[in-house]
């Protein structure tokens, strides 16, 4: 059974800082690319950032040089640092597990975090 299991998600205000985390089972995590989407309500799903195997790493216009991922494969997780929080960031996190090509599709899903940012 794959489970991917997001936790650091809550209340924050403007200009904060919260870390993410997503500890997977169930899958070889070393096979995987890892990426993080957000979904905000009213809003299309969007890709934050994604982590290849070898540690490669890309992000959206949106959070670039704000957000930083990351992966431990001696702990089967993966995390989202995320600094300068905006109002704008308030979503659903997700995490997930997919292909390791120049397209990032998302094979598992977590259930999702929240984040709130607001004063």
């Known amino acids: 059974q794959v489970q991917l299991v997001e936790s650091g998600g809550g209340l924050v205000q403007p200009g904060g800082s919260l870390r993410l985390s997503c500890t997977v089972s169930?899958?070889?995590?070393?096979?995987?690319?890892m990426g993080w989407y957000r979904q905000a309500p009213g809003k299309q799903r969007e890709l934050v950032a994604r982590?290849?195997?070898?540690?490669?790493?890309n992000y959206a216009d949106s959070v670039a040089g704000r957000f930083t991922i990351s992966r431990d494969s001696a702990k089967n997780t993966v995390y989202l640092q995320m600094n300068s929080l905006k109002p704008d960031d308030t979503a659903v996190y997700y995490c997930?597990?997919?292909?390791?090509?120049?397209?990032?599709?998302?094979?598992?899903w977590g259930q999702g975090t929240q984040v709130t940012v607001s004063s």
């Open positions: 982590i290849t195997r070898a540690g490669s790493t």
């Open positions: 997930t597990a997919g292909s390791d090509n120049l397209a990032y599709v998302a094979d598992y």
């Open positions: 169930g899958i070889i995590f070393t096979h995987y690319a």
